[in-house]
């Protein structure tokens, strides 16, 4: 087991060797020397492997708060930074803030990681510090769209897992001397220069280290995975079970009806007919998946295929879901041990004279940048919608809250900023990013007190809300909006985002386009899709050829893996791109405590190659192993030094996957 961290306890014994950076009052600190910064109060505490340490400093009228931690059997550390004007009168101005400003010692700084959603669709890099730095800037708002605020930088024997939570706009470099030492900074809220009023008070980014000993790229992608799982990963249940992998699926495939996107269709004669088809083959999933435009429009008519121009209301369209109906849908749903979740979008409205006719809002809490912005960063505001969501919830006993956000928030913060003049940039992203971590807290302890989800969903159009300190609320359902085309693209994008997100999900189906209500599924796609969340939707009713045997089968198969699939993690092949289909792509999910796992080998669709020769070297070498291909029964025992040096899968069609399953004998 790792020690707890020898530096992090340096830190917190002398807060002026903090790595952290800025200009306070025109005077530049690094650290918080005690000279300058009392410290006034120390409180500790300890949760389960996270030893928590608060330290709160004045410096005249302003007042810093150094949240930090550190997580017993990982040597991981972190901290987050507040500053608060406890006085009558305006403080200085604080500028320049580096949440994180350090340097790391070591030979030969190499920089690992992937970009970000969207455009980048994780595509992995590397970085040979010594010949170039690296510089990353986002600055939509949205922090994992197109850059990846998650970096592996080895260093000497070994390296430093580093993350940014930041759910707004950040930066990051990078710069080796060539002689050993490796300069990191971090921001978050890009180009943050702002005076505090009285009894304002702003944070800075989550800054995560996880230090490894080993410099291997695998034994780094485990250390992570295992610290993320057991450290960060939100909870279940107001108990604080572990999330365990789950299932959803989506009726709005299912109806008959017009869909443009969501669940725009469903009605409250669509919903019976797909779940009691569902429930009589014999198919049990976990969430029903209730999706955007299920709300009345702000003029209060019903929204017939409109759901992203509509939003604002949150209040159930009661043309589509008359009475009691909807509520019948989540019992019935209950009845067979189907929970529900429903998607909200509470960053964004639309039709703002409709919204203060029809639903008490307030004009001021609108921010018109294109798309027009809902300012929860002010506190009415934020009630207002709070308000409506729980309500919602509560009324029609929604277990999961699933959120999105279809723009990029930076325009509406910076218009907003420059409303309250000189020297207030990034006001109104600080006050907007932590609004929306309190509105999640807020939404999760009303779920705590009344049996529902402890986590939500995280999500902006697809991969865009993914940093670390809202993955400790949420989880993404659907990794990319993209995730939902081709086979070849989902292998590109898991066999990336899964060394620095374990538990996420991806669609089960392949289709020429996103938002096509259907499409196909094979054994080739069913096992290209296992991951801690199958998102499986089907026209259970509407399609007389919907292969039941086939989603049973998959379903089952699924089950058997899905354990695995939150243990560590070993890419076999080469990384292919979103487009390539011209290699085999093979990966292993392993879990040493019972020394077993599985392989998952796909020959892709043009891949010229009959077969493909692996290294299972997180085997013991001094185990034997018994082989049993999903398709064809036990293959034969093998010895794990052998299976260590080669083992060879062969598959005599293209577009073909083999699972093998590796138990110790």
Not at 273 to 286: A, R, V
Request: charged share 25%.
């Amino acid at each position: 087991m790792t020690e707890r961290s020898s530096v992090y306890d340096g830190y917190i014994a002398d807060l002026s060797t903090l790595p952290f950076s800025f200009v306070y009052d025109e005077t530049a600190y690094r650290g918080f020397p005690a000279e300058v910064f009392r410290l006034v109060e120390h409180r500790r505490s300890t949760q389960g492997k996270k030893e928590r340490d608060v330290c709160v400093l004045k410096a005249g009228d302003l007042q810093v708060t150094v949240d930090a931690a550190s997580y017993a059997g990982y040597g991981a550390y972190e901290w987050t930074v507040w500053f608060e004007n406890t006085g009558t009168q305006d403080s200085g101005v604080i500028r320049d803030v580096r949440t994180a400003d350090m340097i790391f010692d070591g030979e030969r700084p190499v920089l690992k990681g992937i970009l970000g959603d969207h455009e980048n669709q994780y595509r992995p890099y590397v970085h040979v510090l010594d010949e170039q730095p690296a510089h990353f800037r986002s600055d939509t708002g949205r922090p994992t769209h197109i850059w990846f605020p998650y970096f592996n930088l080895e260093h000497g024997d070994g390296g430093t897992l580093i993350a940014i939570g930041w759910g707004g706009t950040w930066e990051a470099q990078f710069n080796a001397d060539g002689h050993g030492h490796t300069h990191f900074t971090a921001a978050g809220t890009n180009d943050l220069c702002t005076y505090l009023k009285p009894g304002e008070r702003i944070r800075t980014a989550l800054t995560t280290l996880v230090p490894y000993s080993v410099r291997s790229e695998e034994y780094a992608t485990n250390t992570w995975r295992r610290w993320f799982l057991d450290c960060n990963l939100p909870r279940r249940n107001a108990k604080g079970d572990p999330v365990k992998p789950f299932s959803t699926t989506w009726l709005a495939a299912d109806t008959g009806l017009p869909n443009s996107d969501g669940s725009i269709s469903e009605r409250h004669f669509t919903w019976k007919p797909s779940l009691e088809k569902m429930f009589g083959e014999g198919i049990k999933m976990d969430y029903r998946w209730f999706d955007a435009g299920w709300y009345f429009a702000p003029d209060g008519k019903t929204v017939e295929s409109d759901w992203w121009g509509t939003v604002g209301t949150w209040e159930l369209d009661t043309v589509k879901w008359p009475g009691n109906s909807f509520r019948e849908s989540v019992d019935l749903a209950h009845g067979h041990g189907m929970k529900t979740l429903v998607w909200f979008e509470p960053e964004r409205v639309t039709h703002v004279d409709d919204l203060v006719k029809n639903y008490g809002y307030k004009s001021e809490w609108a921010v018109d940048c294109g798309s027009i912005a809902n300012n929860i960063g002010n506190e009415e505001c934020f009630q207002w919608s709070l308000e409506r969501i729980l309500s919602f919830m509560d009324t029609y006993d929604v277990d999961m809250y699933r959120e999105d956000n279809n723009s990029n928030p930076r325009e509406y913060w910076d218009a907003l900023s420059a409303q309250e003049g000189e020297n207030r940039i990034g006001i109104a992203e600080n006050k907007s990013v932590v609004a929306h971590y309190l509105l999640w807290d807020s939404i999760i302890d009303h779920c705590a007190r009344t049996g529902k989800d402890t986590f939500v969903d995280s999500c902006a159009s697809g991969g865009g809300r993914n940093d670390l300190e809202s993955l400790r609320r949420g989880i993404p359902l659907m990794r990319s909006d993209a995730d939902r085309t081709t086979t070849a693209l989902r292998l590109s994008m898991g066999t990336a985002f899964n060394r620095w997100v374990p538990f996420h999900g991806a669609a089960c189906v392949e289709q020429n386009q996103e938002l096509a209500v259907d499409g196909k599924r094979d054994v080739y796609i069913f096992r290209a899709s296992y991951n801690p969340i199958l998102n499986l939707s089907a026209q259970w009713v509407q399609d007389p050829e919907t292969d039941f045997d086939l989603i049973r089968s998959g379903l089952r198969e699924w089950d058997s893996v899905k354990d695995y699939l939150l243990k560590d993690f070993y890419l076999l092949t080469p990384w292919n791109g979103p487009t390539d289909k011209t290699h085999w792509t093979s990966y292993v999910y392993f879990d040493p405590e019972k020394d077993s796992g599985v392989l998952f080998a796909f020959r892709m669709e043009e891949a010229a190659e009959i077969s493909y020769t692996h290294r299972l070297t997180m085997l013991n070498h001094e185990h034997n192993y018994q082989l049993r291909d999903a398709d064809k029964g036990v293959i034969g025992v093998f010895a794990g030094s052998e299976l260590a040096k080669e083992y060879t899968v062969t598959q005599p069609q293209p577009r073909s996957a083999a699972l093998i399953y590796m138990t110790p004998v």
